[in-house]
């Protein structure tokens, strides 16, 4: 039976296409189903599904119909299982399923349900490469101009709403998120004032400032490799795999890592950082990466979002040389505390790099010794993993250690081969 895809920009008419198809088959009593993912409901845009399990167009007061079952890509076939022949099924956002919901969707078509499919990811049309489909693509004028039509959306960092826009309209608001973005960057800690940079960030203008960070790549890397050895990156996945970054500065790591295929949340207390990170992101990293996807950035304490976002989970945290000035700043058992929450969101991997009392001055700002064996210890002690690895800064050519913290489910997995 038919699938069909509906593309387009972002409040380009999908949605509120596919609920009209969906609400007309109902009035017929054809069986119908409308299926959203689970994966990663804390992304931009995709909380409203998870709170009020309805799909609404954009519009005031416009049209909506129920969300029948929000899921995550592995219990996706049993939903699908229990479909009948001449079903309608209808996926929003079928990007934010894993690639290994395609075969699902082929074989559901296969024994004759009638598919309408919501932006699905390029992995996701790779997979659909042999399968007959149509597509319809929805264009929209830009919003700036309102008369050529859009062909990319942005976020905009003030309020995060996305504006679509023509190619005209987004050179030339490219010009000034790129100033802007230099501004900040002057205005940036550690070095307000100064050309000088505490993470990489990809503008040319910037190319020759200082780093206080030059070893951003190099960690990136290292956890990369990690990644890789437990098969967690590299898109190959059946299910996306979700990254948090606490004290993520100017959004290096959110970028690097949704690059490589994964869904990226960052949260900083400084309200510069995240402007920036949400700068780059939209007219700068997006476009450079095959996920098309929006890194989510928030403004946050990192002890306050711990302690407020207690059902969100990711699959790899990281906290690079931010909770130790967190102990700087609070009780040093909210900073016990910070550990102990980011190790409850960690389903996989945990990635902690901390200052040590011996360096920067922060023997006389923390409030205990720090050193590699009191990190060490409070990982294996606290943090419920199966194995905790240390990367010894001097061998691998970072300024600080780092420590890899393995949940047992994810152990256990590469034990038996993957």
Avoid at 229 to 251: A, N, P, R, V
Avoid at 363 to 390: H, S
Avoid at 395 to 411: E, Y
Wanted: glycine fraction near 8%; aromatic fraction near 8%.
């Amino acid at each position: 039976m038919p699938i069909t895809i509906f593309s387009g920009l972002p409040g380009s008419g999908k949605s509120k296409r596919l609920i009209e198809l969906v609400n007309e088959a109902r009035s017929l009593d054809r069986p119908t189903v409308t299926i959203v993912s689970a994966d990663a409901s804390w992304i931009m845009g995709y909380k409203p599904y998870a709170l009020g399990g309805k799909l609404a167009s954009r519009e005031p007061g416009g049209v909506s119909c129920p969300i029948d079952h929000f899921v995550s890509t592995r219990e996706l076939e049993g939903v699908l299982a229990q479909i009948q022949p001449g079903t309608l099924i209808a996926v929003e956002e079928a990007q934010m399923f894993g690639s290994g919901a395609t075969r699902l969707w082929v074989a559901a078509s296969e024994l004759g349900a009638d598919l309408i499919l919501v932006s699905p990811s390029p992995e996701q049309l790779t997979g659909l490469s042999e399968t007959e489909y149509s597509e319809k693509y929805f264009s929209m004028p830009c919003d700036l101009c309102h008369s050529m039509d859009a062909v990319t959306a942005v976020v905009q960092p003030d309020n995060d709403q996305l504006m679509s826009l023509c190619a005209q309209c987004f050179n030339a608001e490219s010009d000034k998120a790129k100033d802007r973005t230099i501004q900040l960057l002057l205005e940036e800690l550690p070095h307000p004032g100064q050309q000088a940079l505490y993470q990489p960030v990809e503008l040319s203008e910037c190319s020759d400032w200082p780093v206080s960070r030059p070893d951003s790549q190099a960690r990136a890397d290292i956890v990369a490799g990690i990644l890789r050895e437990f098969q967690l990156l590299d898109g190959g996945m059946k299910q996306h795999q979700t990254y948090l970054d606490i004290g993520c500065s100017t959004g290096f790591f959110c970028n690097s890592f949704q690059q490589a295929g994964m869904y990226a949340k960052g949260v900083d207390a400084v309200e510069n950082n995240i402007m920036i990170a949400k700068l780059l992101d939209s007219f700068v990293r997006r476009a450079q990466r095959p996920n098309k996807k929006f890194v989510t950035y928030a403004v946050a304490d990192a002890y306050e979002y711990l302690r407020d976002t207690p059902g969100e989970q990711f699959d790899v945290t990281s906290a690079f040389s931010v909770i130790q000035w967190v102990m700087t700043q609070r009780p040093l058992r909210e900073a016990i505390e910070c550990f102990d929450r980011m190790f409850e969101k960690t389903k996989k991997i945990c990635v902690v790099e901390m200052g040590y009392s011996t360096q920067d001055n922060y023997a006389e700002l923390l409030p205990i010794t720090v050193d590699r064996e009191w990190v060490y210890d409070l990982m294996l002690e606290r943090g419920g993993f199966a194995d905790v690895r240390v990367i010894d800064a001097a061998q691998s050519g970072t300024m600080r250690d780092l420590f890899i913290g393995v949940k047992p489910a994810i152990a256990e997995a590469a034990g038996r081969g993957g």
